[in-house]
């Protein structure tokens, strides 16, 4: 069976804006007619992420299967996962992930955190965009310093990747010069086309 196209929703940072983003992409694929299924394999310290995305998706898939891995620690999963005794490898994570695939025809997956931020024993965002040979969207407020943020994710992805890689900037609520000059900026490094303008919505 053909398997879905996996896009991996990244940032430069936590609280960026990529939950808002990655609901509104699937909220906007299932209005297109597409099988989307969106996924927070991993998260800790809450579960409003995963909830937002079961919403999105149209509860396509159990809340449990949207997230089977939630810590209560507000730290790097990693490491709330080591306090609850309950070490995660990425094998599991990436086997989950293929498994849903197998039923749509696009997967919105929301890392935890920033591209490296530690998720598992023994893997990060980048891992997994890497081993599921996932698409990346990398979501960063617009605003002073976006550019170096932007620019160090990308230099960190797999070239192939970063060529491919999308970026969003998230406005802020009131723009100021950084934000008005950082997408002309930001294209003298990345296909124009691949940068997109998120305007700022409370959701
Ligand atoms: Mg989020």
């Known amino acids: 069976?053909?398997?879905?196209?996996?896009?991996?929703?990244?940032?430069?940072?936590t609280g960026?804006?990529?939950?808002?983003?990655?609901?509104?992409?699937?909220?906007?694929?299932?209005?297109?007619?597409?099988?989307?299924?969106?996924?927070?394999?991993?998260?800790?310290?809450g579960r409003d992420d995963a909830r937002q995305l079961?919403?999105?998706?149209?509860?396509?898939?159990?809340l449990a299967e949207v997230n089977p891995w939630h810590f209560r620690g507000a730290l790097a999963p990693r490491i709330a996962a080591r306090q609850e005794n309950r070490p995660l490898l990425?094998?599991?994570?990436?086997?989950?992930?293929?498994?849903?695939?197998?039923?749509?025809?696009?997967v919105v997956v929301e890392g935890a955190g920033g591209l490296?931020?530690?998720?598992?024993?023994?893997?990060?965002?980048?891992?997994?965009i890497r081993a599921l040979g996932a698409e990346a969207i990398v979501?960063?407020?617009?605003?002073?310093?976006?550019?170096?943020?932007?620019r160090l994710v990308l230099a960190a992805?797999?070239?192939?990747?970063?060529?491919?890689?999308?970026?969003?900037l998230v406005n802020p609520q009131q723009p100021d010069a950084a934000s008005r000059t950082n997408p002309e900026l930001l294209r003298e490094f990345m296909a124009p086309k691949r940068l997109w303008l998120l305007p700022w919505v409370e959701i």
Request: glycine share 8%; with cysteine.
């Open 16 to 45: 960026v804006g990529k939950t808002v983003f990655a609901s509104l992409a699937t909220g906007s694929l299932r209005h297109h007619g597409f099988r989307v299924a969106a996924l927070k394999p991993v998260c800790s310290g």
């Open 90 to 106: 990425r094998r599991a994570v990436v086997a989950h992930i293929r498994r849903i695939a197998r039923r749509f025809e696009v």
């Open 157 to 168: 992805l797999p070239a192939a990747t970063a060529r491919q890689a999308r970026v969003v």
């Open 139 to 150: 979501v960063c407020p617009n605003r002073l310093g976006a550019v170096n943020q932007v």
């Open 54 to 62: 079961h919403r999105a998706a149209g509860k396509v898939l159990a």
């Open 116 to 128: 490296l931020s530690p998720l598992g024993e023994d893997f990060d965002s980048r891992d997994l």
């Open 1 to 13: 069976m053909q398997s879905a196209r996996i896009i991996f929703v990244t940032g430069t940072d």
